[in-house]
């Protein structure tokens, strides 16, 4: 579909989905972000739904302006896949041995690593400014800084909530490694700090929602953001890629018979804050819960731990800022699909698949998301599938 436009205050709001399918809270946080006076132009992506401030699935780009709560408390979070040379034949008829040795590679939930990973000792990587990387540390807001030694543990870590590692088969047969997290700890601190900051500011205080507070350019404020914002981006970067390494190790490890090899990665941020040039204007684009569909450019949209995912190739549309959605979208909070779903119904909902089928990831549930092919149809303007993807083992925190 292409997009529909509903009035906004300053700019009209660009939706890739039928309004009258977005909740009304939704609704009027699209409304609120139209009110920012720094607001160039807001897109909605298909799998828009309510969050803190800003919606997810929302493409806000405004000049010499940034808003923190529209990037969101995992800045940097987004997709890394790789395509491997193993096909289905290569793999056993029980993938429980193999679920087992990923999670004992990479911790998950509130683990993390009892000695920092060193990127030198996983086959493939390179310590290339891992050193220059960890010393931009100490230029960090000082209220976070302490956290130096948990944030190493953690780098090369799962986390919890919609996060997760995936063993795929494409229509074709052959597997792929996939896997979603981001900044960990250090990015929800560092993202927690300066919303604070910003909402403070004397310039926000009339806003119509505080949580839209915004760091102006050519201040302090918005010179320390930035600076943190982009080495949270990088964290989460380096966090999904050693992720890879260790995960491809323990495919190595559990299937040596196989001798398995890995494509290029693909990997792409989808809550972060990028500067881009639209109608030739400087901008900055923040994308929370979307990622960017530059032409050519590939990019990754998931479903949940029971359905399809999609390796995608932008196609440039710069109606939505070059941007597409970063997944199927939730259709029921947390607390809603805990009340309505029972581990039978993940039993159900999860067939086939080797992963946990526990209480604990009730609310991770396929049924609490968005059906992924209709998100897909409604941005066939905005990306082209290159692969479908169907999981076979999912690891969750």
Avoid at 163 to 188: P, Q, Y
Avoid at 211 to 226: C, E, G, H, K, N
Wanted: with cysteine; hydrophobic share 40%.
């Amino acid at each position: 579909m292409s997009y529909t436009e509903i009035p906004g205050v300053r700019v009209p709001i660009r939706m890739w989905t039928d309004p009258a399918a977005v909740e009304g809270q939704a609704l009027q946080q699209l409304r609120n972000i139209s009110t920012l006076p720094w607001l160039h132009g807001l897109a909605v992506m298909p799998d828009v739904h309510l969050g803190k401030g800003a919606t997810v699935g929302s493409v806000i780009a405004m000049k010499g302006a940034v808003c923190p709560a529209a990037v969101g408390v995992d800045i940097g979070c987004g997709m890394t896949a790789v395509k491997s040379s193993l096909t289905a034949k290569d793999l056993p008829d029980d993938l429980s041995r193999l679920r087992h040795r990923i999670e004992q590679a990479i911790p998950v939930g509130r683990g993390l690593h009892s000695d920092p990973v060193d990127p030198g000792k996983l086959h493939g990587r390179s310590t290339a400014g891992w050193d220059d990387f960890w010393q931009r540390f100490d230029d960090i807001a000082p209220e976070v800084r302490w956290r130096r030694e948990r944030a190493a543990q953690q780098m090369a870590t799962l986390g919890s909530g919609n996060h997760f590692i995936e063993l795929c088969l494409d229509d074709d047969g052959a597997v792929w490694l996939m896997l979603h997290s981001g900044s960990r700890n250090i990015g929800k601190e560092l993202a927690e700090h300066h919303m604070t900051v910003a909402r403070s500011l004397p310039h926000n205080q009339g806003l119509i929602d505080r949580d839209l507070a915004v760091f102006i350019a050519d201040t302090p404020q918005m010179a320390a953001y930035r600076s943190d914002l982009f080495w949270a981006q990088e964290y989460a970067k380096h966090n999904r890629a050693l992720m890879m390494a260790l995960f491809q190790d323990a495919v190595r490890r559990e299937l040596p018979k196989a001798r398995p090899t890995f494509g290029e990665m693909i990997s792409c941020h989808h809550n972060y804050v990028a500067e881009e040039r639209y109608d030739g204007v400087d901008l900055l684009v923040t994308r929370k819960g979307a990622i960017r569909a530059g032409s050519g450019e590939y990019g990754i949209i998931p479903g949940s731990m029971g359905t399809g995912s999609y390796i995608v190739k932008g196609l440039g549309n710069a109606a939505s800022f070059n941007s597409a959605s970063h997944g199927a979208g939730r259709k029921m909070s947390r607390t809603a699909a805990k009340k309505r779903f029972t581990t039978k119904d993940l039993v159900e909902q999860t067939a086939g698949v080797e992963c946990r089928k526990d209480s604990g990831v009730v609310d991770e549930i396929p049924g609490a998301y968005k059906p992924i092919e209709k998100v897909m149809a409604q941005q066939k303007d905005l990306v082209e599938v290159v692969a479908h993807l169907k999981q076979v083992i999912c690891v969750k925190g």
